[in-house]
């Protein structure tokens, strides 16, 4: 039987095994499988050439118990109703974990940036914002960066946001750049938050970070960011890395510079004095932290047995398959999941629209600080709830432990507003 990879059905999947575990109230799941609202638009673009080109985008508030939807736009040529459906489902469980007053959403433009022009770019941003401007705002719906969009993207759209309702309205968007009132440590802060949960799970572990053996897929925002700090802040020595074209390894660790100069030349695989690997074998290399920062459905029921690390720390979204997570439990591997590790992004979302709202602006270190304080409160939760479940003699993984914390939360705002 082939392995179910459709990214919706996995986030089904999750949400029913931790629904079964913690018998979460019938009603509460029956609400909980589906996303509460989901928009599609056509919207047209002025192309360069005077010619008006047709893009689709989607908006899908996946719950609102907990507060306004909280979810980044991705543009992507291969974007489907299902990634974005997947995306906003785990958006809702991530701010839940992390406590903070958001639901969960996720919005997604078909369209591959690379074939357009910085004032098409433009276009199609600020025309994606009026589409769907009934539904976004600093108390609706609150959307952020994502693949292939970045700062200036938001700047774009809080500015059209912003002459649509003839005030400034920073807070409907984060991500933004410094300028427009972002938030200080927005740039780093999914990478930094994931740092903040290796150091715990260290500590779990009794591993000794220093000179501890890292392999990092991916080389884009997050994994970038985690090689640097992961070499400044533990002194772990990154011994591979990858990007969509293959990957490099040297035993010896690798140098940060010359693997930027690499990527200059295209990718990672233009690092010189290192030995050329493909991804598979990265994923299965003999190291103390595996760090998968690039796509989803990397760990299957195909390599899961074969995966050869002490901490798998998944600062991507979905890297790993439900058959693939219960093959790493039953073999002891500690995952620490997805919407624990990368939730950083999303707390430091929180302090910019948090800053925006109240304009009043804080350090970085205020920030870093604070950042610590919540994913490290977030770590011990999903310890201690795993904890009370083996208590009760149920094993269950982290994940499922983080289900289920989630899920409590989500259910009992949706139970105290009397929706069930
Ligand atoms: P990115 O587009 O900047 O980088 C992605 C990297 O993955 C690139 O180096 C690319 O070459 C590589 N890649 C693509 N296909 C690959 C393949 N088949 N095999 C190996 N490498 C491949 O994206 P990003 O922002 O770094 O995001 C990476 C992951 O982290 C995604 O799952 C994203 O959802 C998640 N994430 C990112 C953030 C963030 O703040 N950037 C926040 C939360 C979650």
């Known amino acids: 039987m082939t392995e179910e990879l459709n990214p919706f059905k996995i986030a089904q999947a999750q949400l029913d095994e931790a629904a079964s575990i913690m018998k979460l109230d019938k009603q509460a799941h029956s609400i909980l499988r589906e996303p509460m609202q989901t928009v599609t638009v056509n919207f047209p673009v002025r192309m360069r050439d ?14 609102n118990a907990r507060g306004p939807g909280k979810g980044g736009i991705r543009f992507h040529p291969q974007e489907s109703v ?38 098409e770019l433009e276009g199609l941003s600020r025309q994606y914002i009026r589409s769907i401007e009934k539904f976004v705002g600093p108390f609706t719906d609150v959307p952020a960066p994502d693949v292939y969009t970045n700062p200036q993207v938001m700047a774009w759209m809080a500015d059209e946001y912003s002459k649509m309702h003839g005030r400034d309205e920073f807070g409907m968007i984060t991500g933004k750049p410094l300028e427009l009132w972002g938030s200080q440590g927005r740039f780093d802060s999914t990478a930094v938050g994931g740092m903040y949960v290796l150091r715990e ?39 591979a890395i990858s990007d969509s074209q293959g990957g490099v390894y040297s035993e010896k660790g690798l140098d940060y510079k010359k693997l930027e100069e690499a990527k200059q030349h295209g990718s990672v695989m233009y690092y010189k004095d290192a030995r050329r690997i493909t991804n598979d074998e990265l994923l299965e290399l003999d190291v103390d932290v595996l760090i998968p920062a690039a796509i989803e459905n990397q760990i299957t029921k195909r390599n899961a047995d074969k995966i050869n690390t002490k901490v798998l720390l998944e600062l991507a979204n979905g890297p790993v398959t439900p058959e693939a997570d219960r093959i790493l439990h039953e073999r002891g591997v500690l995952d620490l999941p997805d919407f624990l ?12 629209w948090a800053q925006n709202i109240s304009g009043y602006y804080w350090t970085k270190e205020e920030v870093y600080k604070k950042l610590d304080t919540i994913i490290t409160r977030s770590f011990s939760d999903v310890l201690a709830a795993q904890k009370a479940y083996k208590g009760l003699g149920r094993k269950v993984n982290l994940r499922m432990a983080a289900y289920i914390i989630a899920l409590r939360r989500v259910a009992g705002a949706m139970k105290v507003r009397g929706w069930y």
Not at 50 to 63: E, V
Not at 82 to 87: E, P, Q, S
Not at 213 to 235: C, E, Y
């Open 50 to 63: 005077g010619s008006t080109n047709t893009y689709t985008g989607f908006r899908i508030l996946y719950n």
């Open 82 to 119: 299902d990634t974005v459906k997947a995306l906003s489902a785990w958006m809702t469980w991530k701010c839940a974990l992390a406590d903070i007053p958001f639901g969960g959403a996720k919005g997604g433009v078909v369209v591959d940036t690379k074939k357009l022009s910085e004032q």
């Open 341 to 352: 590790v990368n939730s950083g992004g999303v707390i430091v979302s929180y302090f910019e």
């Open 201 to 239: 799970a260290a500590k779990l572990k009794k591993l000794n970070l220093r000179n501890a053996k890292v392999a990092i897929q991916g080389f884009g925002n997050a994994g970038n960011f985690a090689f640097d700090l992961v070499t400044k802040m533990f002194k772990a020595k990154v011994v």
